[in-house]
Structures are given as structure tokens and as C-alpha cells.
């Protein structure tokens, strides 16, 4: 006499995942790089940093000088331009 006898296997469904290779990180890494300064003033900003967490100047003065460092980097480069474009000399105004 045979008795049928439920057998329950388990059945699991692996799913194939891609995982990011090495290109991939190296293209986040060079997409970062470009957006960092150059590595002097990359020292400066986190010297101020440094300066402000240990409190030899309070963290707003820290965030002028950055910031304001930074706007006179741009103007002089897009002065720089304007000179160039003007003959190599800064435009002079004249008095009434």
C-alpha cells in the first residue's frame, strides 16, 4: 500500500543584481575632482575650517573670508578677461 506523502521543497529566485564596476567609481571620482579647488587653496578653505572648529576665529569671520576669497578669485579672473579683450589695458574713466 503506498500513501502519497506531500513533499514541500524550497524554490528561492535569485535575482541577478549589477553591481557598479571600477569605471564607474572612477568616473564619480574625476566628476568630483572638478568641482574641488586646486589643492593650495583647497589647504587655505580647510585651514579656515581648522581655525574655526578650534575657535581661534569664530566661524562666521571663517565664512566671510572664505566666501569673500572667493568672489575676488572670480572678479579678478573675469577682470583678467575684460583687459585682454580691451587691448592689454585696464579701461580708465575720465572726470567732467
Known amino acids: ?24 567609481v572612477g568616473d564619480a571620482g574625476r566628476l568630483m575632482a572638478g ?16 581655525a574655526a572648529v578650534l575657535g581661534a576665529i569664530d566661524w562666521p569671520v571663517a565664512t566671510a573670508i572664505g566666501l569673500g576669497t572667493l568672489i575676488a578669485r572670480r572678479t579678478g579672473r573675469s577682470m583678467g578677461a575684460m583687459r585682454t579683450r580691451s587691448g592689454g589695458r585696464p579701461a580708465t574713466a575720465t572726470r567732467a
Open 35 to 50: 568641482y574641488l579647488p586646486p589643492p593650495e587653496r583647497l589647504a587655505f578653505y580647510g585651514g579656515l575650517g581648522i
Open 1 to 24: 500500500m503506498e500513501v502519497p506523502v506531500p513533499v514541500l521543497s524550497p524554490h528561492m529566485k535569485v535575482m541577478r543584481i549589477p553591481m557598479p564596476g571600477m569605471s564607474y
